[in-house]
């Protein structure tokens, strides 16, 4: 478990903007010498085996190169997603509808007074929850009406990047299937 990573890359094959191909993002992957490289969905989730803690870095650099643009990139060892997972406060809720409950990646964690500037945005049937590497959104209405999610997804102060109960559960499967 100690050598499986996840990758969340921000703003990938989003609305025809910084179009990448899994399969030659695999590649490129595996080019880099990490194993067990597999994406879920085209959005830029990543699971494999291997590199190093300076692994974002390469990877940033060599998508420039390669691709011609670098996204932001959202790198965990395997425990470290787990128990962001973990810390979720809705699972329940995305376990019976995913699409209704995102979990938002930071780059920093919000301050007090962040915090409680979005939790005011919140809809009466929204929750929201903070912790010090991801934000926990129910948003029962969806999340295409949410106030609340689009001014998290706009954060100007540090980069975040969303994914859905369902996904970041399948992320999660996906991983589990690399051999430790």
Same mark, same amino acid.
């Given at each position: 478990?100690?050598?499986?990573?996840?990758?969340?890359?921000?703003?990938?094959?989003?609305?025809?903007?910084?179009?990448?191909?899994?399969?030659?993002?695999?590649?490129?992957?595996?080019?880099?010498?990490?194993?067990?490289?597999?994406?879920?969905?085209?959005?830029?989730?990543?699971?494999? =085996?291997?590199?190093?803690?300076?692994?974002? +870095? $390469?990877?940033? %650099?060599?998508?420039? /190169?390669? @691709?011609?643009? !670098? &996204?932001?990139?959202?790198?965990?060892?395997?425990?470290?997603?787990?128990?962001?997972?973990? =810390?979720?406060?809705?699972?329940?809720?995305? +376990? $019976?509808?995913? %699409?209704?409950?995102? /979990?938002? @990646?930071?780059? !920093? &964690?919000?301050?007090?007074?962040?915090?409680?500037?979005?939790?005011?945005?919140?809809?009466?049937?929204?929750?929201?929850?903070?912790?010090?590497? $991801?934000?926990?959104?129910?948003?029962?209405?969806?999340?295409?009406?949410?106030?609340?999610?689009?001014?998290?997804?706009?954060?100007?102060?540090?980069?975040?990047?969303?994914?859905?109960?369902?996904?970041?559960?399948?992320? $999660?499967?996906?991983?589990?299937?690399?051999?430790?």
């Amino acid at each position: 478990m100690n050598d499986i990573k996840i990758l969340l890359l921000r703003g990938v094959n989003v609305g025809g903007a910084n179009r990448l191909p899994m399969p030659e993002f695999r590649q490129y992957l595996t080019e880099l010498r990490l194993t067990h490289v597999q994406t879920h969905i085209q959005s830029g989730n990543v699971v494999f =085996a291997g590199g190093d803690a300076d692994m974002d +870095a $390469a990877i940033s %650099a060599g998508m420039k /190169l390669r @691709f011609g643009f !670098a &996204p932001r990139l959202f790198f965990y060892p395997l425990a470290d997603f787990a128990a962001i997972l973990a =810390a979720n406060p809705y699972q329940a809720y995305g +376990a $019976a509808n995913g %699409a209704l409950v995102h /979990l938002y @990646f930071l780059s !920093a &964690p919000f301050s007090p007074d962040e915090a409680a500037h979005l939790t005011a945005l919140a809809a009466r049937d929204e929750s929201i929850t903070f912790s010090p590497r $991801a934000a926990y959104l129910h948003a029962p209405s969806g999340i295409g009406r949410s106030a609340l999610a689009e001014k998290l997804s706009q954060m100007k102060s540090f980069d975040v990047t969303a994914r859905n109960y369902t996904s970041v559960s399948a992320i $999660a499967a996906l991983a589990a299937t690399i051999p430790a």
